[in-house]
């Protein structure tokens, strides 16, 4: 799950990591106070958006005057920001940061990420953070250093340093930074974080350091006992289809092919992606409806697949152990008798009660096709979508 950059600086903020005085604001009158409240001469107006690359989009502006501060916030509220993250619809901007803004001698790159390959939450730094971090880091690679944490000890000062060394910093900003990435370690160990993220960690005039944008996402398996965290979700940048899915307890992440998925057990869900790729086919979506598949969650996951409009095809993949065949059956035959469903349906039942199944499926009359293995199915996937085509 992500948040927004004003939760993840109120956040560090708590865990002691320097970050600019500043407060999201919802409209433009909103945004001139907050900046009037908070003085000074200039001000960054920043949108406030799920994806980064709002620099180079025009969501990041510096304002010398409280008109100026209005103007980019009335640019940015109500529009569509399109960064290089977000794809070409962009993203509907709904609040702004208004925050001082800073005198920058230098951009450095700070993130902690979980090292799938070595199982440890692993420092990422570089001396040359800012907008273009994407690029440096596939152009000139040795210039992004690595420094893996041992869970059993957490980060140690002597790593902080030779981190801190190692991007330039010298003098009081290597303490600075030693400290500044305990806190970063603390806050991502005690919020089951994924990713943390501080670019630029900027060294400003009186040369100390301070994180001037900052990005976190959480472990969504977590959520449930990080109440904090589970408070910050933003559904308005979520996909409303995952949104609704959530709601009934299936768990559906949209993708970009179209081919539906519809699958019992995420494992299966995974295989049932993987055959449909390997017969040149692209998935919609992953979704699992789970154990106990009532012909009400099953006719809620047509509802959602279909809801998805590059959806030509579904393919319903279930291998019945808690589940039975016989309610799979019904359910589909539920869904097909109370909702529109003008695509093709493929369906492959086996295990608990398979005998019962394939009959209800052949009687109810609906021109279900009927797969014999998961390869089968995939085969007849790509076949009537060739025959369609
Ligand atoms: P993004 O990563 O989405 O492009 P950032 O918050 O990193 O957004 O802002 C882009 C750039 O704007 C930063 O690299 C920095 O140079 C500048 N910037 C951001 N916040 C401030 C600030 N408070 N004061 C001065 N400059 C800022
Ligand atoms: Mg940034």
Redesign the pocket.
Known sequence: MNIH?YQTKELLRGYGVPV?EGRVAHNVDNAATVADELGGERW?V?AQIHA?????GG??K?ASSLDEVRHFADQMIGSHLV?PQTGPEGRLVQRVLV????N?RQ?YYLGLVIDRATQRITVIASASG??NIEEVAKTDPDRVIREAIDPAVGLMSFQCRKIAANIGLQGRQIGEAAKLMKALYRCFRDKDALLAEI??LAEVEDGSLIA??AKMSFDGNALYRRPQITELRDFDEEDPKEVEATGHGLNYIALDGNVGCIVNGAGLAMATMDAISFHNGKPANFLDVGGGASPEKVGNAFRIVLQDPNVKIILVNIFAGINRCDWIAEGLVQAMRDQQIDVPIVVRLAGTNVEKGGPILAESGFPFIMADNLDDAATKVMATLEASA
């Open positions: 950059e600019p960054v920043k980064g690359g709002r620099g180079k969501g990041v510096v960064t925050e001082q803004a800073s920058i951009e800012g907008m670019n630029p001037l944008d």
